[in-house]
């Protein structure tokens, strides 16, 4: 699988929770790759929402949001955010604009969780670089 979101506004996510530290590129690639991951299972689930009430169209209600944010508040770029969400489901569902923003603003505030996690991680191990590692553990503790 193809990572499909650039790693730029991943390392900016990354780069606002690390305050002083510096941040490797390979934290942010890897972090990247999680959160495709992540986002192409919720929509599984919100494909499978959608289905139940009839539609082929997710909507930002299939991914429990009931507000969306503005999009200009996101780092997240919301058109690979589109590709991210089609990865796992069928062709034939789509995807609203609504459910796009939503997807990235639920995306962003688990990037920005991970990373947190990963600045406290290099900062116990008295780093100064966050770097995939400090991502991987972070999975392999609370996945």
Known sequence: MSVELPF???DAIIRRNAGSLRVSADAAEALATRIQSHGASLAVDAAESATDDGRKTLMAADFGVQQV???EQ???PV???DRIARLEIDDSYRVSTD????L???LEEYADNVAAAAVTLANHANRRTVQADDIETYFSLFE
């Open 79 to 81: 058109a690979p955010i």
């Open 104 to 106: 990235a603003d639920i």
């Open 74 to 76: 996101l780092e997240l």
């Open 8 to 10: 730029a506004p991943v």
């Open 69 to 71: 944010v503005d999009r």
């Open 99 to 102: 459910a796009r923003i939503a």
